[in-house]
């Protein structure tokens, strides 16, 4: 195989070996599953022929993953570039933000957002991510995100335990009130720990994008788009007091 | 008479647009808001007609498409400011533009060469829609003589020729992104028998994998990390000056505008190659045309003319495959194609048939997007260019919860943001090691209508292969596949050349 146009000096990776493998087991565990669809007979009725089995095209696509697979390892065997093994090691260095941002990511998604007012979550989101990534403060970094990790962990263990409450009840809104507490210690916290001007400029820029976004945001999507948000407790049933207030006064 | 009635249909679609005033809030609002997306480093066309999406899904679909379609227009031209301004394209569709645009900036002239890429953007626009207009009905025409054979082939080119146009490193890896794609597309129920492939007994995953979350997850989180990983500062902002249009040099290089609104065109049309290829081949040809090409990188206003004619030119070039065939032309038209789809609008030859003011219409709200790109680049490119100083750090957060929200608020169920993370973080690792995302996502769009149509052609053969060999049609699209995946084979080249090179003996 040759290079595309783009960038004809290139060929490959050391790690091509290892994706290459995996997409073998990725292909193999298609076909496993495509051989357990119905391949001949009848289904709900349906009288079934090779060409309409619902496995047929699942076995193409991995029939030609397979392939490509092979294909790029011998590929990446023959061009000599495992010899490299300095550019694999250099690949592996430095991921460290990588997996903190991917973690931050994936901690809000699976831990907060189904156990915490969206605005609340929002809000300790922006606050942890901009304070570890904007203030360029090594010390303040470490203490947002560990509040934000182990704020999730805790949330994560509770679900596990079955302890999450049930939206719009007074324990739901006691969480969303913990979480929100933690958030604000957080910054006071960070505050406190640098008398650098910059740095609590920025720490300011922080706070204001973590409080004004959420919000915006919320309002926008519940009132004006009419889209629920994933879960909605204190601050959204705070915010909704105040919509149809207003809405009554009008 | 046929032209005459297009032109009155396209005034009155003009007339229209025009008449309701919301319509024009939103369209100068997005298009304000594409300047921006495409202006700030770190976001790109792709990201914003895809998190754009999310807010139009109220939308009635007139509002709906002037704001993504202005969207898309306004960032593909605002990439030029920070590549102008700050040597940094800020969409990749902009890279060829700071060649010369930022020497012209730091010599004193960034007002000038922001009024010049204003200009050749709207003209690059306009004329990438006329070649929508002229050759979308001529390819319907065609394609509404295709059946379930020519459109697995179709999808199945569709995928090869972007992974192998998009790949960055060897062009077997767009493939294998393609054919992953495919694969994603296997999960949910089948559509001729309804059975559950790989849902693995999740009943939200029994409908399929939702196009846009997984668009926004492949677009957004490797964007994210990739960019904040970096770390990279922001150079210093060039003084801009006054904003002029600069009509007469835009005169002067006519031909390298037609050129480069040609090439934008030729490249959007090919699916999966993108707005950032159309501006350096047309930069590339222009020097290459030049009887001055060692003036080009020095501050030549034709090579910034002629990446950002290109560019915008791409635009129309990409909606040809879209609107006439359901294949998307670029990256942002994958976004756009999901958002349609998302609309209850399936693009394809039918939708000439099903709505056939459609094409009309995309026309006219095209003409106004670039228009409203036009007068918000010449009025407020100094209020954007202040929002260059914000620090990625800042609103790449504010993205990332975007894409949290855009993503559950489709479906409105959480499984949707899982897929979204998960498939982010996967096409961050791919991006990584080389894999383009453009064919995985065209993979998963096209997946199912590759999948339904391959076995509704059997269907029709009774099982026969060979029928797919039958059809003029099918024949050139099977040998149009072959070439393709021939053309990366070391031993089909060698002989190819021997061949070549034994013609030349005799000649």
Redo the contacts between chains.
């Keep these: 195989m040759t290079t595309s146009p783009s960038s004809a000096a290139t060929r490959g990776r050391p790690s091509d070996l290892w994706t290459g493998l995996a997409l073998l087991l990725i292909a193999a565990a298609m076909a496993g599953g495509a051989l357990q669809f119905p391949l001949r007979g009848t289904y709900a009725g349906v009288k079934n022929a090779w060409y309409v089995s619902p496995a047929l095209f699942p076995l193409i696509v991995a029939t030609c993953l397979c392939l490509l697979a092979v294909t790029l390892i011998v590929t990446t065997v023959r061009s000599g570039v495992l010899a490299d093994r300095g550019s694999l090691a250099s690949a592996l260095a430095g991921q460290g933000d990588v997996v903190l941002i991917a973690g931050i990511i994936a901690a809000f998604v699976v831990g907060l957002v189904p156990r915490v007012d969206f605005v609340v979550a929002g809000f300790f989101f922006l606050l942890a991510f901009t304070l570890a990534f904007h203030v360029h403060e090594p010390r303040v970094a470490k203490l947002a995100l560990g509040a934000f990790f182990a704020t999730t962990l805790v949330l994560l263990v509770m679900a596990g335990l079955g302890l999450t409450p049930v939206v719009r009840t007074a324990a739901a809104s006691l969480v969303d009130l913990a979480v929100l507490l933690v958030a604000v210690g957080t910054f006071v916290a960070a505050r406190a720990m640098t008398t650098d001007a910059t740095a609590r400029h920025r720490m300011g820029q922080c706070l204001a994008v973590a409080l004004a976004t959420p919000l915006l945001l919320g309002i926008t999507f519940k009132f004006f788009l009419l889209v629920p948000l994933p879960r909605e407790g204190l601050v959204v049933v705070a915010l909704e007091t105040v919509y149809y207030a207003i809405r009554g006064a009008l | 008479m046929a032209v005459a009635d297009q032109l009155l249909a396209f005034a009155a679609a003009i007339g229209h647009l025009l008449s309701q005033p919301t319509l024009v809030v939103v369209l100068m609002g997005s298009s304000l808001l594409g300047i921006v997306f495409g202006a700030l480093p770190g976001l790109t066309a792709t990201l914003g007609v895809g998190l754009l999406t999310t ?1 139009t ?2 939308f009635d679909l007139d509002l709906a498409l002037v704001s993504l379609i202005a969207l898309y227009v306004g960032a593909i031209y605002g990439g030029s400011y920070s590549a102008i301004l700050l040597n940094i394209p800020g969409t990749a569709a902009s890279a060829a533009s700071a060649m010369d645009g930022y020497p012209m900036a730091r010599a004193g002239e960034g007002g000038r060469a922001l009024g010049l890429t204003t200009t050749a953007s709207f003209i690059g626009t306009l004329l990438g829609m006329l070649a929508l207009v002229l050759t979308a009905p001529l390819i319907v025409e065609l394609a509404l003589q295709f059946t379930s054979y020519e459109f697995f082939l179709l999808a199945l080119f569709g995928i090869i020729i972007s992974g ?13 992104a393609g ?2 794609g ?2 994603l597309a ?1 999960i949910g129920r ?1 559509k ?4 559950p ?2 849902t693995f007994d999740i009943h939200a995953l029994d409908s399929g994998i939702e196009v846009v979350p997984v668009l926004i997850g492949a677009f957004a ?1 490797p964007q ?2 990739g960019t ?2 970096s ?1 990279a500062p922001l150079a210093a902002v060039q003084a801009v000056g006054r904003i002029i249009p600069d009509f007469r040099t835009i005169a002067r290089n006519l031909r390298h505008i037609v050129r480069s609104a040609l090439i934008g065109v030729g490249i959007g049309a090919v699916p999966g190659v993108g707005e950032d ?1 159309a501006g350096w081949v047309s930069y590339g040809a222009a020097k290459n045309g030049s009887p001055h090409p060692e003036r080009f990188g020095q501050g030549e206003p034709a090579g910034l003319i002629s990446s950002e004619t290109a560019n915008n030119a791409c635009i129309g070039g990409a909606l040809i495959p879209l609107v006439t065939l359901g294949i998307p032309g670029s990256p942002p038209a994958v976004m756009l194609l999901g958002a349609l789809m998302l609309h209850g609008l399936t693009p394809g030859p039918m939708l000439s048939i099903q709505q056939p003011t459609f094409l009309v219409e995309l026309a006219a709200i095209m003409v106004l997007a670039s228009a409203a790109m036009w007068l918000n680049g010449i009025v407020l490119a100094r209020q954007v260019v202040k929002l260059l100083r914000v ?1 990625a ?2 609103f790449l ?2 993205v ?3 894409a ?2 855009g993503s ?2 489709l479906g ?1 169920n ?1 499984t949707n ?2 897929l ?2 998960a498939v ?2 996967a096409a ?1 690792v791919l991006t ?3 894999y383009p995302i453009a064919p995985l996502v065209i993979g998963v769009i096209l997946g199912p209508m ?2 339904e149509n ?2 509704r052609a ?2 029709v053969s ?2 026969d292969p060979l029928d797919f060999f039958t059809r003029p049609v099918s024949l050139v699209l099977i040998a149009a596949i072959l070439l393709t995946v021939l053309a ?3 031993a089909w ?1 060698r002989w190819r050349q021997s061949l070549l090179a034994r013609f030349r003996r005799r000649g």
């Design positions: 807010l899904y109220g192998s146009l998009t790949s960055p490193d060897l062009v077997i890896k767009g493939w294998i054919f992953l495919l694969a296997c089948d001729l028998m309804y059975y492939r790989y989180i994210i990390i904040l990983r770390k290829i620090p750090t800042l957060p504010i990332a919860l975007l949290v929200l559950y608020a409105l959480l943001l899982y979204m993370v982010g973080i961050y990584e090691m080389d590759a999948d391959l076995r059997l269907m009774q099982g990366q084979v070391p080249r």
